[in-house]
């Protein structure tokens, strides 16, 4: 080599190129002008790699759910439930853990402005401040209801200071000051009437796993009665579901009161009842169920919907006082949200701007423009109030007719505190800092009061005077202070007079249009987000999208069919709605989805739905009369993700009541047991051998593993036409079947993903080796092996598999790619993914546990969707060494498998359904 | 047959045959560059939709989940049985000593050709990423993967490879005489040297036809069970899916007669313009469609009774899912009138050939192969499409449509077709004019045709 002489060799060319790129490189890097530290220190809790979790709280509609979030090199990537939370106890629902996309949404605010000029928050403040003058006179400010003890503090103070600022709550009426608790734990009959209390409501976590433990199968199960409108994922649950118009609520309570034993109910009260029970409609039905409720006394529990009347809520106490429930199951405290005696709802504030008492409007993290009642016509209101401030997450429908804008920090990146919905307080940390250097409302508070106080300081003011300093670091550690619950309180039963008041103002429409919060978009705050507008309804499996629900028969009577418009017609307000026809829906009754047809600055929420808003009316806002004629539009394509309902007499989702249950315990040993096969059987040499078990018994179908799949395994959204093309990415979708008449079908769901198939039907046909079984029992998916034959789509009997028609992540946004789960490749264009039982966390524990030389623990490994199952319906493991769930739920009787008759030998376990139908209503209808 | 009265070649002894073939080497017959302009055209569209379907995916399909498999697959299929006619007339008729095949053999094999061609194109655009489609092919890599041999998807690479390089092969070798014959006919300077390299120096001397008659009979022997085989094979990437209305042990003959059926309907198609064009009447005469007619009639006989067998085996092998897919969803699901029209086209439209005047009128014989070519292209969407459209877990089950891209890619391929198809009547001769002298001067001298089979 050396007689290549005096040329360069290749050593040495190497070094003289690195040397000049070096020296060319050091030119243009001089330090900064300021002093900058080297990260020599490793800072407190910045562990590199490793997922740290926090517990902090999420607020909706003003109150808190606790969660722990998992941060991984300072930005947070997933949401689970606190335990220790009473709204959480463990779960996490899909608003909860949809929070991480929000906070990453590229759409959302980044800089405060005057007029159409980017400002700065010391200028917005400024302009506010010269606003509200000395006194405040003539400047309103508007809020959110909350219940956080913070801004409480905080609006005492201001009112102090600027004394003549009127403050108003986003809502009509005030919060009423006593809620309802219930232990549904302890109940056997519960009765729910236009109520979801399992998927829905600020403590609809905590009831579906009380409810759970209460619907354990066996002797003392507990029995479900549901009336309700359209059905709910607690009407899919119920053992007997009525279709019931929302306006007839209180006539089938009444009925219910009626039915029971003369002396539970005085005379004066019964004349009162027999008014509001009207034709009795639901005679027998409400009669089974009273006799059911009264063989249950302190046993029992009947919850009406937050959108009834209050004379519904009173009917309602009214029962479970005579039924000896108050107290036992269930009992009173007083409100968590700050009581609203003191201020006015929005109403009174448009009275104020419409008589030109308005010169100042402060728009604290509300938004007035869309959420307020259409006959209000706030958007105009505001153009009359002359300065308007708005401090809000988006450059929303209200930020547009602002003239100062201030964004808003993300709950996530915000210091403050809530309560639950029985009181507990908690205190809610920032993971990340602001992003976009958005403010708390309790920052502008301070800001009004010309104090320069950070959320942090205002937080801790708050609870300095009521906690010892340890209690501060163990509350935000376990993510609650101590001793915040409220206290039960005696609340009268409600007298005749009330009652006799109530059916006095009781006229129910012809038609009734329904307007309800949104089960994946709630109001419209999260109309953004992606994975909830892709996220199906758990009952209609629509996404990107609201409709005018209504009955088969109602349908037929105005004379549409799904997809087509019907003109709705409320208070002189028109709006031409797709209809879309739910079987099991209540005749006569429209309901309709708030929260859609955003116009603000959101990419994502654009063209979704339409604003139900437009029909909402201050008298009317939850129940209103309607018209509906067939409407003026092309038929509109909904985008579901699931277009068959009927099982076709097929056998995939088991079922049976306890009777048969109990004559025939071996129900489902058709579906298991070995198969003959051809093949040898499989190798189970590893340590682990992993398997999940559903409890169909218990699933409510309420879609939180769904979203906390998407969350854990990166999985993209594909948009309304990819749902329509049947294209969704969901690696865990939730089937919904149908069977019965159309008017009330009897729902069954089935949480569906990939089966871990011990022989799977994937495997043999892949012709490149891209989907192979591990030794531990996964079915493997090697995204870097696919060539995107499809044929493992094909022969999957379950139709589980997933595939990446377009490269969905390559034009994501910035922002977006931070909610990226490190431990999970994000898939390219082309390969087919799938459930890999979240394989990142089994092997993560396996390094964790081979570093310190042991076995894996029974319960170490959890998989995303069991964690975030509020009614613990998923058990997961190792079949060699299970968890005592896990164990139960394989020795059930209960228990098989999907297509067992193909012989894939799945290591997803299902165990069959069991309702517990009363006898008594088998001679009903 | 009842065709055996009507001559082979029309005059035999009389026809100038190299002349008569090798005109459209020197000048463009009437209106072919009318249809090279169109087929050009169309072949745009196909390159205009590859080029989409690589730069953004394969979601410019319509392919979906549960319908994995779609356009794609379907035109794979149809492409592949339409070549295997070709195969069937140039080396299975051989060997089975039928001397009509002679004037037919070349078309026939550059038509398989051709059709194989557009048929290479779908399987490798179908796939997710086909930058990494030679992960299929078994070669030892240095990743250390070998293909998974249990699928059926690495036979259909070797099938359909094997099969296109021994067509190509066939049809070369019996090319070699006429390459030969059209270097000495034509006048142009260049083309004189092309037609000279091509010869590979034939000279037409005797040990040289000797050692080719050897080979070609080798290759017609090589190629006869792949005519069985190929299709057999493609077959297999449904039958051993476990997917209702494809698991069945009837596909591979079901499928090998289903493409041999489409295989003769484009052969008419294309060869019934071509004699009235290039004036081959007196080769190509109306013995050769009477036998190709009836031997579709044969073959529309032999579908019918694979279709009732079908739905029989669903029927007993009391699968719940077998059943519904052959007795519910085929007749009466939302892709009913498909499969009505399938059947109806391809049972009982050939059924005309009955008639003997019906297999020698161009206008019939026209319209029953452009419609069968149509029905075994449904058949195939009906088995595909409609049987993935609805499997075991109702909550999934989706229907299908074509995007734009998709009935651009089946049009193009058409266009492809026609384009080399045009090119290859302009520049070879479209009929092997060596065979056919060959039978002339049997027929001429009273000898008994032997379809060249004594080497």
């Known amino acids: 080599?050396?007689?290549?002489?005096?040329?360069?060799?290749?050593?040495?060319?190497?070094?003289?190129?690195?040397?000049?790129?070096?020296?060319?490189?050091?030119?243009?890097?001089?330090?900064?002008?300021?002093?900058?530290?080297?990260?020599?220190?490793?800072?407190?809790?910045?562990?590199?790699?490793?997922?740290?979790?926090?517990?902090?709280?999420?607020?909706?509609?003003?109150?808190?759910?606790?969660?722990?979030?998992?941060?991984?090199?300072?930005?947070?990537?997933?949401?689970?439930?606190?335990?220790?939370?009473?709204?959480?106890?463990?779960?996490?629902?899909?608003?909860?853990?949809?929070?991480?996309?929000?906070?990453?949404?590229?759409?959302?605010?980044?800089?405060?402005?005057?007029?159409?000029?980017?400002?700065?928050?010391?200028?917005?403040?400024?302009?506010?401040?010269?606003?509200?003058?000395?006194?405040?006179?003539?400047?309103?400010?508007?809020?959110?209801?909350?219940?956080?003890?913070?801004?409480?503090?905080?609006?005492?103070?201001?009112?102090?200071?600027?004394?003549?600022?009127?403050?108003?709550?986003?809502?009509?009426?005030?919060?009423?000051?006593?809620?309802?608790?219930?232990?549904?734990?302890?109940?056997?009959?519960?009765?729910?009437?236009?109520?979801?209390?399992?998927?829905?409501?600020?403590?609809?976590?905590?009831?579906?796993?009380?409810?759970?433990?209460?619907?354990?199968?066996?002797?003392?199960?507990?029995?479900?009665?549901?009336?309700?409108?359209?059905?709910?994922?607690?009407?899919?649950?119920?053992?007997?579901?009525?279709?019931?118009?929302?306006?007839?609520?209180?006539?089938?309570?009444?009925?219910?009161?009626?039915?029971?034993?003369?002396?539970?109910?005085?005379?004066?009260?019964?004349?009162?009842?027999?008014?509001?029970?009207?034709?009795?409609?639901?005679?027998?039905?409400?009669?089974?169920?009273?006799?059911?409720?009264?063989?249950?006394?302190?046993?029992?529990?009947?919850?009406?919907?937050?959108?009834?009347?209050?004379?519904?809520?009173?009917?309602?106490?009214?029962?479970?006082?005579?039924?000896?429930?108050?107290?036992?199951?269930?009992?009173?405290?007083?409100?968590?949200?700050?009581?609203?005696?003191?201020?006015?709802?929005?109403?009174?504030?448009?009275?104020?701007?419409?008589?030109?008492?308005?010169?100042?409007?402060?728009?604290?993290?509300?938004?007035?423009?869309?959420?307020?009642?259409?006959?209000?016509?706030?958007?105009?209101?505001?153009?009359?109030?002359?300065?308007?401030?708005?401090?809000?997450?988006?450059?929303?429908?209200?930020?547009?007719?602002?003239?100062?804008?201030?964004?808003?920090?993300?709950?996530?990146?915000?210091?403050?505190?809530?309560?639950?919905?029985?009181?507990?307080?908690?205190?809610?940390?920032?993971?990340?800092?602001?992003?976009?250097?958005?403010?708390?409302?309790?920052?502008?508070?301070?800001?009004?009061?010309?104090?320069?106080?950070?959320?942090?300081?205002?937080?801790?003011?708050?609870?300095?005077?009521?906690?010892?300093?340890?209690?501060?670091?163990?509350?935000?550690?376990?993510?609650?202070?101590?001793?915040?619950?409220?206290?039960?309180?005696?609340?009268?039963?409600?007298?005749?007079?009330?009652?006799?008041?109530?059916?006095?103002?009781?006229?129910?429409?012809?038609?009734?249009?329904?307007?309800?919060?949104?089960?994946?978009?709630?109001?419209?705050?999260?109309?953004?987000?992606?994975?909830?507008?892709?996220?199906?309804?758990?009952?209609?499996?629509?996404?990107?999208?609201?409709?005018?629900?209504?009955?088969?028969?109602?349908?037929?009577?105005?004379?549409?069919?799904?997809?087509?418009?019907?003109?709705?017609?409320?208070?002189?307000?028109?709006?031409?709605?797709?209809?879309?026809?739910?079987?099991?829906?209540?005749?006569?009754?429209?309901?309709?989805?708030?929260?859609?047809?955003?116009?603000?600055?959101?990419?994502?929420?654009?063209?979704?739905?339409?604003?139900?808003?437009?029909?909402?009316?201050?008298?009317?806002?939850?129940?209103?009369?309607?018209?509906?004629?067939?409407?003026?539009?092309?038929?509109?394509?909904?985008?579901?993700?699931?277009?068959?309902?009927?099982?076709?007499g097929r056998d995939h989702v088991r079922h049976a009541t306890l009777e048969e249950l109990r004559h025939n315990p071996d129900l489902t040993s058709d579906q298991r047991g070995p198969v003959p096969s051809l093949y040898p059987p499989i190798h189970t040499t590893a340590p682990n051998q992993w398997a999940m078990l559903i409890d169909l018994s218990l699933c409510t179908g309420c879609s939180a593993c769904v979203v906390s799949c998407q969350a854990e395994n990166n999985v993209p959204v594909v948009g309304a036409d990819g749902v329509r093309d049947s294209r969704e990415m969901h690696w865990l979708r939730i089937d919904r079947y149908l069977e019965g008449p159309p008017d009330n079908p009897e729902a069954s769901i089935q949480p569906m993903l990939c089966q871990h198939c011990e022989k799977a039907p994937c495997e043999y046909v892949c012709p490149v080796n891209a989907t192979v079984h591990s030794s531990d029992g996964l079915n493997e998916m090697v995204y870097n092996r696919c060539v995107g034959t499809r044929f493992c789509s094909n022969n999957c009997p379950y139709k589980v598999r997933r595939f990446n028609w377009f490269n969905y992540e390559s034009h994501i946004a910035e922002t977006l790619k931070l909610a990226h789960n490190p431990e999970v490749t994000v898939r390219e264009r082309g390969v087919m993914e799938k459930c890999t039982f979240c394989v990142q966390r089994i092997r993560g524990a396996q390094v964790v546990a081979g570093r310190e030389q042991r076995s894996l623990h029974p319960d170490e490994v959890r998989t995303a969707c069991q964690e975030a199952c509020p009614s613990q319906a998923i058990s997961f493991g190792s079949l060699t060494d299970p968890t005592p769930e896990l164990a139960a739920g394989l020795a059930d009787r209960r228990r098989y498998s999907v297509l067992h008759e193909l012989g894939t030998r799945p290591r997803v376990q299902y165990l069959a359904r069991i309702t517990n139908p009363n006898p008594a209503m088998a001679s009903q209808p | 047959m009842s065709a055996a009265a009507a001559p082979l070649i029309i005059g035999a002894g009389k026809q100038d045959v190299p002349a008569k073939i090798l005109a459209p080497l020197e000048r463009a017959p009437r209106g072919w560059w009318l249809l090279l302009g169109a087929s050009a055209a169309l072949s745009g569209v196909l390159v205009l939709c590859i080029t989409i379907t690589l730069t953004q995916g394969i979601g410019t399909w319509g392919n979906n989940i549960p319908v994995g498999w779609a356009f794609g697959i379907i035109n794979f299929v149809w492409w592949i049985g339409i070549g295997h006619a070709g195969t069937f007339i140039s080396a299975f008729l051989l060997l089975m000593d039928q001397p009509w095949r002679a004037s037919l053999n070349r078309v026939a094999e550059a038509m398989t050709i051709f059709a194989l061609v557009n048929a290479g194109v779908f399987p490798l655009l179908h796939l997710g990423r086909p930058w990494f489609a030679y992960w299929l092919v078994p070669y030892p890599s240095a990743l250390g993967v070998w293909p998974q041999f249990k699928s059926s998807l690495p036979w259909d690479v070797a099938a359909i490879s094997t099969y296109f390089l021994l067509s190509a092969l066939f049809w070369y070798l019996g090319l070699l005489p006429d390459l030969a014959a059209a270097r000495d006919r034509v006048t142009g300077y260049w083309q004189k040297r092309v037609y000279g390299v091509l010869a590979l120096g034939w000279r037409g001397a005797g040990d040289q036809w000797k050692k080719h008659r050897v080979a070609y009979l080798l290759l017609a022997g090589l190629a006869t069970p792949l005519v069985v085989s190929v299709h057999s094979i493609v077959s297999l990437d449904f039958s051993i899916a476990q997917v209702p209305g494809w698991h069945s042990t009837i596909f591979p003959p079901f499928f090998v007669v289903g493409a041999i059926y489409s295989g003769f309907a484009m052969v008419l198609l294309l060869i019934l313009p071509l004699r009235r064009t290039l004036g081959l009447e007196p080769l190509i005469t109306e013995r050769h469609l009477s036998n190709i007619a009836s031997l579709m009639l044969a073959m529309g006989l032999m579908l019918g009774y694979a279709y009732i067998v079908e739905a029989f085996g669903a029927w007993y092998s009391s699968d719940p899912y077998e059943r519904y897919t052959a007795l519910v969803n085929r007749p009466g699901g939302p892709l009913a009138w498909l499969y009505w029209l399938t059947v109806a086209i391809n049972v009982l439209a050939p059924q005309v050939f009955w008639s003997r005047r019906a297999r020698r009128s161009t206008p019939v014989l026209i319209g029953v192969s452009a419609l069968v070519l149509v029905g075994m292209w449904t058949e195939r969407f009906t088995i595909i499409v409609g049987s993935l459209t609805r499997d075991f877990l109702p909550s999934s089950w989706h229907g299908y449509a074509p995007t734009l891209v998709d009935l651009g890619l089946l049009a193009g391929s058409l266009g492809l077709f026609g384009f080399l198809f045009l090119l290859f009547i302009r520049w070879l001769p479209t009929v092997s004019m060596s065979e056919v002298q060959r039978l002339q001067f049997q027929l001429h001298h009273g000898e008994q045709p032997d379809a060249g089979r004594d080497g």
Not at chain 1, 19 to 26: N, Q, R
Not at chain 1, 82 to 88: D, E, K, L, Q, V
Not at chain 1, 270 to 279: D, M, Q
């Open chain 1, 1 to 648: 080599m050396s007689s290549l002489g005096d040329g360069p060799t290749r050593r040495t060319f190497l070094k003289v190129m690195g040397a000049s790129v070096g020296l060319a490189g050091a030119a243009s890097c001089a330090p900064p002008d300021e002093e900058i530290l080297p990260y020599a220190r490793q800072p407190l809790e910045a562990k590199p790699g490793v997922t740290v979790r926090y517990a902090t709280a999420l607020m909706l509609d003003g109150l808190a759910t606790g969660a722990l979030v998992r941060c991984r090199d300072g930005r947070p990537i997933k949401v689970d439930g606190n335990p220790g939370h009473p709204a959480s106890l463990g779960g996490a629902g899909v608003f909860e853990q949809a929070a991480i996309l929000s906070l990453y949404d590229p759409d959302r605010a980044m800089r405060p402005r005057g007029g159409r000029r980017v400002a700065t928050w010391e200028q917005c403040v400024r302009a506010i401040r010269a606003g509200l003058g000395h006194d405040g006179g003539g400047a309103h400010l508007i809020l959110e209801p909350t219940s956080s003890a913070t801004t409480l503090r905080l609006l005492a103070r201001v009112r102090e200071r600027i004394p003549r600022l009127s403050m108003y709550w986003d809502s009509l009426e005030p919060p009423s000051p006593q809620v309802r608790q219930y232990d549904l734990a302890r109940t056997r009959v519960v009765l729910a009437i236009d109520a979801d209390p399992l998927a829905s409501g600020p403590f609809h976590l905590r009831y579906a796993r009380h409810f759970a433990q209460a619907r354990r199968v066996g002797d003392d199960m507990a029995r479900l009665y549901v009336a309700e409108p359209t059905p709910t994922p607690t009407g899919t649950m119920a053992d007997h579901r009525l279709p019931l118009r929302a306006a007839d609520a209180a006539a089938l309570l009444a009925e219910v009161l009626l039915a029971l034993p003369a002396q539970s109910v005085s005379a004066p009260v019964r004349e009162a009842l027999t008014r509001i029970a009207g034709e009795r409609r639901h005679g027998p039905w409400a009669a089974v169920v009273a006799r059911d409720l009264a063989a249950n006394r302190g046993r029992g529990a009947t919850l009406v919907g937050a959108r009834q009347p209050r004379i519904t809520h009173a009917m309602a106490h009214l029962l479970d006082s005579a039924l000896g429930n108050i107290g036992a199951t269930t009992w009173f405290t007083r409100s968590a949200l700050l009581a609203g005696a003191e201020s006015d709802g929005i109403a009174q504030l448009a009275t104020a701007i419409e008589s030109g008492g308005c010169h100042t409007l402060i728009v604290a993290g509300a938004n007035p423009a869309y959420s307020a009642p259409a006959d209000l016509d706030f958007t105009r209101l505001m153009r009359k109030a002359g300065l308007v401030a708005t401090l809000s997450g988006y450059e929303d429908e209200t930020a547009e007719a602002s003239s100062w804008f201030m964004p808003m920090a993300h709950p996530l990146e915000s210091w403050g505190d809530g309560r639950a919905l029985d009181g507990v307080a908690s205190v809610v940390q920032p993971v990340i800092r602001p992003m976009h250097g958005g403010r708390t409302v309790d920052e502008l508070l301070a800001a009004l009061m010309g104090e320069n106080a950070d959320g942090l300081a205002l937080v801790r003011e708050t609870w300095q005077a009521e906690a010892r300093p340890d209690a501060w670091t163990r509350a935000l550690e376990q993510g609650v202070v101590e001793g915040t619950a409220e206290r039960r309180i005696e609340v009268p039963v409600p007298t005749a007079e009330i009652i006799e008041s109530g059916a006095k103002t009781m006229r129910p429409p012809a038609l009734e249009l329904v307007f309800r919060t949104d089960s994946k978009v709630h109001d419209g705050r999260f109309a953004n987000n992606a994975w909830l507008q892709e996220l199906p309804d758990p009952v209609t499996k629509l996404t990107w999208d609201n409709a005018a629900l209504l009955s088969p028969k109602t349908a037929a009577r105005i004379g549409i069919q799904t997809g087509q418009h019907v003109a709705l017609t409320s208070f002189g307000r028109t709006l031409a709605v797709p209809a879309l026809i739910v079987p099991g829906h209540a005749d006569e009754s429209i309901v309709l989805s708030l929260g859609y047809g955003r116009t603000g600055e959101l990419s994502v929420a654009q063209g979704a739905g339409v604003n139900a808003g437009l029909l909402r009316t201050r008298s009317a806002p939850s129940i209103a009369d309607v018209t509906a004629v067939p409407g003026p539009g092309p038929t509109h394509h909904f985008a579901v993700t699931q277009t068959h309902w009927s099982i076709e």
